[in-house]
């Protein structure tokens, strides 16, 4: 089993910066990509930010230039830095993370709860 706690959700105003944190724990052998994703109200969850187990990232247009995704491998957590916030990126934010339990198994994804950002005047 695999916790994924996430942390660092609020509400800020037009403009602000918010810094997600997602660790995970439990029957870890390696992990391989990490990712945020985001879910509005009445909208598909959508992509926000991916980083592989090397570093190589990917973010969605919306986001591109505002948003940063890093990692801290030894400590199996994925961040998140948000800056120059706008009232559209308001959602609940989703870490995931492919984990290998073992030498001879495949990666199995894992969700954190979610933590409501909330961007508003």
């Known amino acids: 089993q695999v916790r994924m706690v996430e942390s660092g959700g609020g509400s800020v105003q037009p403009g602000g910066s918010l810094r997600l944190s997602c660790a995970a724990s439990?029957?870890?052998?390696?992990?391989?990509?990490m990712g945020w994703y985001r879910q509005a109200p009445g909208k598909q969850r959508e992509l926000v930010a991916t980083i592989t187990s090397d570093g190589s990232t990917n973010y969605a247009d919306s986001v591109k230039g505002r948003f940063t995704i890093s990692r801290d491998n030894a400590k199996n957590t994925v961040y998140l830095e948000m800056n120059s916030l706008k009232p559209e990126d308001t959602a609940v934010y989703y870490c995931?993370?492919?984990?290998?339990?073992?030498?001879?198994?495949?990666?199995?994804?894992?969700w954190g709860q979610g933590t409501q950002v909330t961007v508003s005047s």
């Open positions: 995931n993370a492919a984990v290998v339990h073992s030498t001879w198994s495949g990666p199995y994804d894992y």
């Open positions: 439990g029957s870890i052998f390696r992990i391989n990509a």
